[in-house]
């Protein structure tokens, strides 16, 4: 509903824009602030789905208009082709710079790209066949398959049908499974890795689809101003681009359109009062207010209003009980998890150091010692968070040390956090539905799927409530629940009834028994010595990184060195 | 010392707890007890102004404290440590620590208060230099503490310290907040861990769904059969009965 009234409204705005306000000036107006949209949809892709602080994107509108100009200019190109010719070379560039880039994270990705942005305006003044700092003039007006647009007006309509498009692939990956693993990545990359999300392809993805949307943007621009130099989309053009989609808000790609109509409007106005100096100085006051006054920006703003004005009961959770049949049986066999010899070394602290133990598909394992002997240092190991120094760790047989946690995740192995790591910008239900990633079915499977998950922790009834709204016990059935969405083999736990008082604790129990009763295989950190040793089948005990005992619960209860260095008085077997 | 007056609070439009009334006299430990969601951590929030209060007084002494701001709820004597610790990870020990005196303006005897935690908490002494975050889990709960502690508060509030921590090192704490009363300090003590807060604890308050619903002497509350019954395990037995009835659902689920 709230999507229809959105795509209504623009529509009807591009239509009736030329209408209202006819004339050259308006119209010119009406295609840059389309050009700039084309450029900062997919800015907000990439500021704020992928959550990368690449800046330096004007860079890419760069690339985009010297094509048009040069190819058109020069080599009598069509302007279409030119077009897309320049929007491949971006997405290439994109790609050919992402694996290095990329790797940067926040103020340093921001100078870094900053910096190749500055790159580019200087290799344009150098090059033999840019014009240098003249640039290229002549470039002919905007053509479709060969029959140049005779009218601004059909160019108007031409740049927005453009933009349009790019908005409907911006809502197409905001409600796919992409859209749900942007969000994911952007809330937390661990979690989104223990979902079996391949954060460094999706982040890669919207670089060069956001890459190439900024090289359409140039591409246009130069086709409505006819020439093209260095200083067409300098940092001043930058600095536009960050505005438009700050003060539009980066919270869906409705935000780069409002952000750049009203850059760009407020910029004519600006002009229109003959204060060139200001401009400057109230550009950056209205983002500064704006910030202040809609932190999502004025798209935010809009559909944060919308949601109050339509939303009918707040949503009331009813949470059931824990439904053990919600789930049934997998298909494929609990794993087998065998670790040998394994260590791992902060500078001169051995964190894990020649750890070995194996874990029989369908088990249930406990990992106890006191904090700080390497039990989380070890999960992460297993999960591929971390890089073993020496040894092997194999998941039926066949190694899996080297592989990345999504990849590990991928092949059956869920996860659970000892500090909640869950999306805390979505609901329930989009928390869990994060945890079918890697399955590639419908989304109708998944949030049949996600359903089940949920009702087999006890949290039927939750799906549309924000985490926010759940207590600190529900939160951590959510990540449970994820992990189950995942349909693991093996389950890591790490500290699952942290927090949890008693009968809580007992609620745990029994689903973690429910969880081993579908085949899945299970290792849990815990300090709490009911559950570890009413639940596990087998305890490794570690102190200093190493292993100092293994065995049956009770066996170990009775280890002097466990009960010296770990259970202390109270805990001795009676 | 505190007391709170039948106060409602909570977040947004929905409330969290309802009409709470809760006494912690000078020089004892009091248990806050409660489900998880119950409304515990709320209650703390509360008094140290982090949580409007929609009806109710809140008394330090004799001063209405209910309306005042965070920071000058802190000059007047309360200090929070928060749930999970929440220290200046890469900062040292002792930074940590001086950070926590950051209020006081008697900065000459700052040190002395300083040299006071290092006998409370020898290992803190010994780690002084290394980084908050190279601490083990219960070493940072003690400095967390021991932070609070800089500010030399009237009254201590302390969320969960036994959280995460190892069975031998929850011993440890609790024997510390012991000592924390016995050099003068009062405490009012958050705890998931029912059976190890009333152990310490003079007196204790259970909290349901936002209402106290028992209180009395920790040591009543521990003979409870309602309090044993929700909160400590059951019956005598406590911890062992809770592993024992694991075992046999465990024989149920999974038949071993």
């Known amino acids: 509903m709230k999507l229809r009234i959105g795509l209504a409204v623009f529509v009807a705005c591009v239509v009736l824009y030329p209408l209202a306000l006819p004339g050259q000036y308006p119209l010119g107006i009406g295609i840059i602030t389309g050009a700039l949209a084309a450029g900062t949809v997919g800015f907000v892709l990439l500021l704020g789905y992928a959550h990368q602080l690449a800046l330096g994107q004007a860079g890419f509108c760069m690339v985009g208009g010297y094509a048009s100009a040069i190819l058109c200019v020069n080599h009598h190109w069509d302007p279409l082709a030119a077009l897309l010719a320049g929007a491949l070379v971006a997405m290439a560039t994109a790609w050919a710079i992402a694996a290095p880039i990329l790797k940067l994270r926040g103020f340093v990705l921001a100078m870094a790209s900053l910096a190749l942005h500055l790159i580019l305006i200087v290799v344009a003044l150098e090059l033999p066949f840019t014009g240098g700092a003249l640039g290229t003039y002549g470039v002919p007006k905007f053509a479709l398959f060969g029959l140049p647009l005779g009218s601004d007006l059909a160019f108007y309509y031409v740049v927005w049908l453009i933009v349009l498009a790019f908005v409907a692939a911006g809502l197409a990956i905001d409600r796919s499974r992409v859209g749900r693993a942007l969000k994911a990545l952007a809330a937390s990359e661990t979690a989104a890795l223990s979902a079996g999300i391949d954060i460094t392809r999706y982040k890669l993805q919207m670089f060069v689809v956001s890459a190439g949307m900024a090289s359409v943007c140039g591409s246009l621009a130069v086709h409505y101003l006819r020439a093209m130099d260095p200083n067409v989309f300098g940092f001043a053009f930058s600095l536009n681009f960050i505005t438009a989609v700050i003060v539009g808000g980066l919270m869906s790609v409705w935000g780069g359109v409002v952000g750049a109509a009203i850059v760009t409007g407020l910029r004519e106005i600006l002009r229109g009062l003959s204060l060139p100096l200001w401009e400057g100085v109230i550009m950056g006051v209205l983002t500064v207010v704006v910030l202040i006054a809609f932190r999502r920006g004025v798209a935010g703003f809009i559909s944060h209003l919308y949601d109050r004005l339509a939303s009918r009961e707040a949503p009331r959770a009813s949470l059931g009980d824990p439904d053990g049949a919600a789930l049934s049986r997998s298909g494929r066999p609990a794993a087998r998890l065998e670790v040998r010899g394994a260590s791992r070394s902060f500078g001169a602290l051995r964190a894990v150091s020649e750890v070995s133990f194996a874990v029989e598909p369908g088990a249930i394992a406990a990992l106890i010692g006191p904090n700080g002997a390497g039990k989380t240092t070890l999960f992460n190991l297993i999960g591929g968070y971390q890089p073993l120094d020496a040894g092997s760790i194999a998941l039926d047989g066949a190694r899996i040390d080297a592989l990345l946690p999504n990849r590990i995740a991928a092949l059956g192995v869920g996860r659970t956090f000892q500090n909640l790591q869950l999306f805390d910008n979505m609901t329930v239900l989009e928390n869990v539905m994060c945890g079918t990633h890697r399955h590639f079915q419908a989304e109708r499977v998944n949030r049949a799927k996600t359903a089940a998950a949920l009702a087999f922790v006890g949290l039927r009834g939750a799906e549309r409530l924000h985490l926010g709204e759940l207590s600190f016990g529900h939160q951590r059935l959510v990540e449970v629940a994820r992990a189950l969405a995942l349909e693991p083999r093996l389950l890591l736990m790490d500290e699952p009834a942290s927090g949890l008082n008693d009968s809580e604790t007992e609620r745990l129990a029994e689903l973690i028994l429910r969880v081993a009763a579908l085949g899945v295989t299970v290792l849990l950190v815990e300090h709490d010595m009911r559950l570890v040793m009413g639940l596990a089948d087998q305890v490794v005990v570690m102190h200093h990184g190493e292993k100092i005992a293994e065995g049956a619960p009770d066996a170990v209860r009775r280890n002097r060195e466990v009960i010296d260095a770990y259970l202390g008085s109270e805990h001795v077997a009676a | ?256």
């Open chain 2, 1 to 256: 010392m505190l007391r709170l007056e039948r106060i409602s609070s909570g977040y947004g439009r929905s409330p969290v707890l309802h009409e709470a009334s809760l006494e912690v006299r000078s020089r004892e430990i009091v248990a806050l007890i409660g489900a998880n969601g119950a409304g515990k951590s709320t209650l703390l929030n509360t008094v140290m102004g982090l949580v409007a209060v929609s009806s109710g007084e809140i008394f330090l002494d004799e001063r209405r404290i209910e309306a005042l701001p965070t920071p000058e709820i802190v000059r007047a004597g309360l200090a929070q440590v928060p749930e999970r610790r929440q220290l200046f990870g890469p900062m040292s020990v002792e930074e940590n620590l001086r950070l926590g005196a950051y209020a006081r303006t008697d900065r000459a005897a700052v040190h002395e208060t300083l040299q006071e935690q290092f006998r409370l908490f020898p290992i803190l002494a010994e780690r002084r230099r290394q980084a908050a975050q190279t601490l083990s889990g219960g070493e940072q709960q003690m400095l967390a503490i021991a932070r609070a502690m800089m500010s030399r508060p009237r009254l201590l509030l302390l969320d969960e310290p036994s959280l995460g921590l190892a069975p031998l090192m929850v011993e440890r704490i609790m024997a510390l907040i012991r000592s924390l009363r016995d050099a003068g300090a009062t405490v009012l003590l958050v705890e998931q861990n029912a059976r190890a807060a009333l152990g310490v604890a003079d007196r204790g308050y259970v909290l349901e769904n936002g209402r106290i619903a028992v209180s009395g002497s920790a040591a009543r509350l521990l003979e409870d059969a309602a309090v044993q019954d929700a909160y400590l395990g059951g019956q005598a037995g406590g911890s062992r009965a809770i592993e024992e009835r694991i075992r046999s659902k465990r024989r149920a689920i999974l038949g071993r």
